[in-house]
């Protein structure tokens, strides 16, 4: 049977004079009054619902169905047995408080109309003086009497989330007598339960002999039964004996010790926050540790940090269910309304939460976003997140110490739980999603002990479940936490952790994406920021264009956001000083604001240059263009290199002067060249670090262009490795660098062909506006880029590319000029 909810049925009363049950608890009673065993025969089947009330009078005493119309408890009726006396042992368990009312004798038994009662709410503040009043009358009597065990006060202290459970658990254990525990059932207000609980306790000690200091009656008939010498006494047992008289006047004034105060307030916490039991127990036990700590003590405060650290933990609180129930439409729109684009990257992330719910759990590799910054990587992780319904925490793992990730052992002065534990603390969930930031970066500088190793073991999820926090030294669950990882460069993370990690590449926006994410989502947004509307301001066309080309050029639209802040902000104050026009922001307008566009045409953009190559480069802002300059000097045939290198930059620009020397014929130069002239290789911005072969074809070509007073294509870039026998090969990064060729204006590109796999990572719309050129051979690279005198082209059969350099032809006279013509189909790849 279900107990009644908000409306009043007819139940079995069951009256007993004997004692009282309480809510939630369960206790065995004999029966033999016969009204009594009379309803119990009348309803035989198990789990009966029944009304428990305590009748007034004697156990002979007839029962006026008129006295049974108060308060009293709803209890399952289980585990009969029958006794030779003709009674019945019964196990009542307590459902809940109900008002009887309409009770009325029939078929021999009791029943009445039970109404359901909402319990009153104590003030929190007055509950906790009152529960922490009761405790410490009950410790002083349980020290001086007999029949109240030493246990009693120690079990309440273990149950002290629910002020009404816990008064009911005080009338049930203490020495009340029936007429006081009935007392108690009466009680709705919370409040008034636990003052009445407290009064009668301090009665009951006010009504105990008086002692005097060492214990000793202070009555004569006390003082005569006591004549006998006191055994010897050890420090241990006197100072519990005065802290126990200490107790017992506390409790005759209703005062409380402050430091027993906070330790049923710890205790409280503890109970309120619904922890594991084993982390519970750890709890109970560091609070009580504060009674034989001193106040004010460095112990002390560790006790309290560390209890208050159990308690905020979300060691059940969960914000969604289980990752079966993701609703990956949800999030779907959820990314689509906050990031314009991206959909492979949005794909990616669906399919990883769609294992998840296949799987029911989040095993698997972790989704890490590389990009350069403000692409949207944490926006991305902030929309799933609110698709997923859960909270987004951060931590950020740049400069972090392993101690700062895993936290620092209590032993140590000033310990600390880790940022992991931190992150969850604050998101209020054991489910959130969290986001690593700068993965990529951990581990870097001058950090103590190996925080990649304490990652890695968060990271695997077959440890995940027992991490352990160095401070608390607890297993804490974190399978259910959803970690999604960000990064500027995928391969500086560590391999144990890329290991784990599955890459989700954004590789930055064209300049017409970023018009059309400013129009859709950035001034909708920052114009009602900035305290406009609509109406007040304009971004034509032709401005954003301007904005966007001349002070926007980076990957992502971190200079476009920060830009149009400095429009709004100056006409909010014209706004603010009462013009209230509509504000055009055509290019003269922006330039007058902004000043001169930060980003102007080079000379290597706008005309062709001898020892001047654009080359395409990597960075972990995405793409950038990058101008070799090589200049030759009369001197000894030295090779001088500047710029801000690393070692496999420079060795490759030695392999490149090699090659070229290698060539010299073919390229027409002389060999009293390399002998009467230094060739000065110069990187430009030395303050951005470069390393790695991929700029190997631009350098042949810069310092081939130099020897030979040949001057370079300015309309095209390029990047590619280069072998000592001049073979071309593949290199990573090509969608960051063709996007950068592109919002620079250059629209041919040469690539390895072992990259023409890699265009379909290219947007569509610059794959159609740019003409890529894939080659081979570095002979290809040198006839398609230097102007003059004609170069030695390989006739190139994609099924035949092992052609010794003896088997080169010269091209056809009129080649060069056809070359230079307008591309009838710009966009098509061509093969060289």
Known sequence: MTPPRHRAER???LPLRSTAVYPMAVLGVQIGMPSTLEMLSAHPGPGLLAGLVVAPGEPDDAIEPGTLHKVGVLVRVSDRLNLPSG??????????????????EEDGYFTGLVDELDEAAPDPERAGELIARILNALEALSARVDRLPREVPRILRMNLGDPGRFADLVASLANFSVAEKDAMVQFVDVGERLDFACHQLEEQLAQLEPRDEDGAPTTPDAQEAAAEPPPPRTPAERADMLRQRIQALQAELGQVDPLEREVIELLRRVDAADLPAAVAAQARMEAERLRAIQPGSLEGNDVRSYVDWLARLPWRAEAAESPGDIDLGAVQREMDEAILGLDEQKER??????????????????????GPPDVGKTSLVAALARGLGRPLAHLELAGRSEAQLVGTRRTRSGAMPGKILGALRDAGVRDPVLRLGQIDEIGMGKVEGDPVEAMEEVLDFDERAAF?????DIPFDLTRVTFIATAHDFYKIPRDLRELMAEIRIAGYTAEEKIEIARQRLLPRMVADHGLVEREVSFPAEGLSFLVHGYARDAGVGQLRRNVATLLRTRARARAEGDASTWIFEPERIEKILGLPRYTATPAESTPEVGVVTGLAWTASGGELMFIEALRMPGSGRLIITGSLGDVMRESVNAAYSYVRSRRDALGIDDERFKDADVHVHFPVGAIPKDGPSAGIAVVLAIASTLSNRPVRHDIAMTGEVTLRGKVLEVGGVKEKVLAAYRAGIHEV???SGNERDLRD????VREKTTFHFVDRMDDVLALALHGKK???RKTDRKKRGRDAEAEAEEEPGAEEEKRQPRAARGKNTSS
């Open 791 to 793: 170069h030695a082209r």
């Open 468 to 472: 352990v926090d160095r401070y608390l």
């Open 87 to 104: 009674a019945m042992q019964t196990t009542l368990q307590g459902v809940r408080r109900v008002r009887l009312r309409g009770v009325k």
């Open 762 to 765: 290219v947007p569509e719309d």
């Open 750 to 752: 040469i690539l390895p």
């Open 11 to 13: 139940y079995p009363l």
């Open 349 to 370: 992330l669906l399919d990883y939460l769609a294992v998840a719910r296949l799987r029911g759990d989040l095993r698997g590799p972790i989704p890490c976003i590389v």
